[in-house]
């Protein structure tokens, strides 16, 4: 569910004031994960590593109050459920966009990704769930390896984007270095270095 809210009952009223207009109001930060864990999760469950991961933005995320609250045109947005979206190849060979509703048991999570992916692959349609959850987007370039990657400041879209591309072994560990694109209406630098250092604790943590 979404709904409006004014900037009184909000603790962003003074970031709105400050960057609602800016012409650039995006931040991005940069972060190197230690993805060990979610290759041997993969291999021993089965699992597809872009949604271990999808699933662990989402878990890390809804502890984050901010998430919640989005700016969509000159209005805060208040969302109740947050979504993960990840861009899917065509049976034509191009791309949609697909919006999973995040969930804490992992096989139901596991069980719509694959449902959902499916059916959007299909029927080369996307799957959007902005109407009523806060959604974070994430691009997988996983055809390389790269350093970093920072998102298009576009003035209509504001939520949160995460961009990786193919882990790298290092000895006996995976690492994968992803960005991290905020609107700074929505957070500050500390509640996303709060959402990035949850992001590692779950990722060790699942099983």
Not at 174 to 203: C, P, V, W
Request: net charge neutral.
């Amino acid at each position: 569910m979404a709904k409006e809210i004014q900037l009184k009952d909000t603790t962003r009223a003074m970031a709105y004031e400050l960057w609602m207009k800016a012409p650039n109001p995006m931040v991005t930060f940069f972060k190197t994960l230690d993805v060990t864990n979610l290759i041997k999760i993969s291999k021993r469950k089965h699992m597809k590593f872009n949604m271990l991961l999808d699933y662990c933005i989402g878990k890390a995320a809804v502890n984050v109050k901010e998430f919640y609250v989005l700016p969509v045109g000159d209005k805060l947005i208040q969302y109740d459920t947050i979504a993960v979206n990840t861009i899917v190849k065509n049976r034509d060979g191009e791309v949609n966009s697909c919006d999973i509703l995040y969930v804490e048991d992992l096989n139901k999570y596991n069980n719509e990704y694959l449902e959902y992916t499916s059916w959007v692959a299909e029927n080369c349609q996307d799957r959007d769930l902005s109407n009523d959850s806060m959604v974070i987007g994430t691009s997988a370039i996983i055809d390389t390896e790269i350093d970093g990657a920072v998102g298009m400041n576009s003035g209509i879209f504001n939520n949160p984007f995460i961009i990786w591309g193919r882990y790298k072994k290092k000895w006996f560990k995976y690492y994968l270095t992803l960005s991290f694109q905020f609107h700074h209406t929505q957070m500050d630098g500390a509640h996303a270095g709060r959402f990035l250092a949850n992001l590692q604790k779950e990722i060790n943590s699942l099983k």
